[in-house]
């Protein structure tokens, strides 16, 4: 079974400043892998996916990017954080092959912008 | 694309009682209709799907119905248990290799005990 691991697991980040979260996954090989936010008391909004190394699909527009430089990492990245991109940003990859549309979520980064 | 919308937002129950989360979708392209359960500061994990094929799935105290037709799918949890408090969210997504879903806004279950 696969095992994402996302760091850092909290991030406390000024207005403006950059940002990179990372993810990686074991136990798959090519993968789909995914970008949620959580805002505050609210659902989840599919951010980025890739289906493959250099393949980013942008869901919402917003001052957010995704790479996936490997197979199996997946980062986000922003120039200049605003106030409205703070929230509970989750990595996630399917459940397993026999499940291709089920989401497998990782322990998730935790992003305060002040 | 696909709009999914889940009611009510918050459920208070009592211990024992049954509780019933509403979903519904607009793409008739979807046919896979998952639920998560997340625990406070936790990752939300799945505790029940269902596909189009199928009109009522049960897994112990916990079932889910789908209605094609009206397009929406429910969540039933029965004999209810303050460990069953925490947010669930409902999905949908279309058999793609992209495997996209979107989820509805989630609902706040409490289990009083």
């Known amino acids: 079974s696969q095992t994402i691991h996302q760091w850092p697991a909290t991030l406390v980040q000024p207005v403006g400043s950059p940002l990179s979260l990372e993810c990686t996954v074991e136990?798959?090989?090519?993968?789909?892998l995914y970008w949620y936010r959580q805002a505050a008391g609210r659902g989840l909004q599919l951010l980025f996916y890739?289906?493959?190394?250099?393949?980013i699909s942008s869901e919402v527009p917003q001052n957010l990017s995704a790479s996936r430089p490997q197979d199996r990492q997946f980062i986000l990245s922003s120039k200049k954080l605003l106030l409205s991109d703070s929230g509970f940003y989750l990595c996630?990859?399917?459940?397993?092959?026999?499940?291709?549309?089920?989401?497998?979520f990782g322990p998730g980064t935790r992003l305060t912008v002040l | 694309g696909e709009n999914v919308e889940q009611h009510p937002s918050t459920l208070s129950v009592q211990e024992g009682d049954s509780a019933v989360i509403k979903c519904t979708y607009s793409?008739?392209?979807?046919?896979?209709f998952p639920w998560y359960k997340q625990e406070l500061g936790k990752r939300p994990q799945l505790i029940i799907d269902?596909?189009?094929?199928?009109g009522e799935k049960k897994d112990q105290r916990i079932a889910v119905t789908l209605n094609k037709t009206a397009k929406h799918f429910s969540l039933h949890i029965t004999e209810t248990q303050p460990e069953d408090s925490a947010v669930y969210f409902c999905?949908?997504?279309?058999?793609?290799?992209?495997?996209?879903?979107?989820f509805g806004d989630g609902t706040t279950l409490t289990v009083k005990p």
């Open positions: 996630a990859c399917p459940r397993g092959s026999g499940s291709p549309n089920t989401q497998y």
């Open positions: 136990g798959t090989s090519n993968p789909n």
């Open positions: 890739s289906v493959g190394i250099g393949q």
């Open positions: 793409d008739s392209a979807s046919n896979y």
């Open positions: 269902i596909r189009s094929n199928v």
């Open positions: 999905a949908a997504s279309p058999n793609t290799n992209a495997g996209k879903s979107t």
